[in-house]
C-alpha cells in the first residue's frame, strides 16, 4: 500500500487547510484511515481517524477543529483543518490499515508526510 499525503503549506493563526491522502496499491475499502503529526522535537502523536464505515475518532487536542472524512471509492482520506494554532505546526502523516481508537493506535501502513507550518 502507498499513501500519497499533499495539501500542506503555511498559513496564519485561526486559518484553515485541507490536507488529501490518496492511497493506491493493495488497498481496501475496509481499511481505517488516519491522521498522525509530529511536532518538531516532539514525539509523533495520533490526530484523527476514519473507520470503513465513516466512524470517526480524533485526539482532544484537535476535536472540534478538525474534521477528517473520505471519498466514496474509500481510497482517499481527507483532514479538514480549521481554527489553526501555531502549536498545529507539524509534519502531518497518513495512515492506514491496523487498529485506532481513542486509547490505541496502531497503522499498518504510513504515507511520508506533508508540513504543514502555522505562524502567529
Known amino acids: 500500500v502507498q499513501l500519497q499525503a499533499s495539501g500542506g503549506g503555511l498559513v496564519q493563526a485561526g486559518g484553515s487547510l485541507r490536507l488529501s491522502c490518496a492511497a493506491s496499491?493493495?488497498?481496501?475499502?475496509?481499511?481505517?484511515m488516519g491522521w498522525f503529526r509530529q511536532a518538531p522535537g516532539k514525539e509523533r502523536e495520533f490526530a484523527a481517524a476514519?473507520?470503513?464505515?465513516?466512524?470517526?475518532v480524533y485526539a482532544d487536542s484537535v476535536k472540534g477543529r478538525f474534521a477528517v472524512s473520505r471519498d466514496g471509492a474509500k481510497n482517499t482520506v481527507f483532514l479538514q483543518m480549521n481554527s489553526l494554532k501555531p502549536e498545529d505546526t507539524a509534519v502531518y502523516y497518513c495512515?492506514?490499515?491496523?487498529?485506532?481508537?481513542?486509547?490505541?493506535?496502531?497503522?499498518?501502513?504510513w504515507g511520508q508526510g506533508t508540513l504543514v507550518t502555522v505562524s502567529s
Open positions: 495512515t492506514a490499515g491496523g487498529r485506532i481508537s481513542s486509547d490505541s493506535q496502531s497503522p499498518a501502513y
Open positions: 496499491g493493495r488497498t481496501s475499502a475496509r481499511y481505517t
Open positions: 476514519i473507520t470503513w464505515s465513516d466512524s470517526t
